[in-house]
Nanobody, 121 residues
């Protein structure tokens, strides 16, 4: 079993910063791409940022100049540094990871339970 546990969400004012963390645990042989997504009630889940095992990063246009994604493979953790937060960044943030549970296993995508980020104006 693989678990992803997010932390770091909360309530902040516009212009402030937050850092989200997502730690993977369980039966893990290798982790490929890790990422962050967000979802507002009544809307589809949307990509925020991803980072490959080689360090290549991808961002949504809406966060490109404000958010930074990074990972620590020794800790099996992905981070999302969110700066200059805006009310429209309010959402539940989910992390995900492409995981190979053991050698020669199939890659599977796992999701965390989500962490609420609320930005007040």
């Amino acid at each position: 079993q693989v678990q992803l546990v997010e932390s770091g969400g909360g309530l902040v004012q516009a212009g402030e910063s937050l850092r989200l963390s997502c730690a993977a645990s369980g039966s893990i042989f290798s982790i490929a791409t890790m990422g962050w997504y967000r979802q507002d009630p009544g809307k589809q889940r949307e990509l925020v940022a991803t980072i490959t095992s080689g360090g290549a990063k991808k961002y949504a246009d809406s966060v490109k100049d404000r958010f930074g994604i990074s990972r620590d493979d020794a800790k099996k953790t992905v981070y999302l540094q969110m700066n200059s937060l805006k009310p429209e960044d309010t959402a539940v943030y989910y992390c995900n990871a492409d995981v190979m549970a053991y050698r020669y296993a199939l890659w599977q995508v796992y999701w965390g339970q989500g962490t609420q980020v609320t930005v007040s104006s």
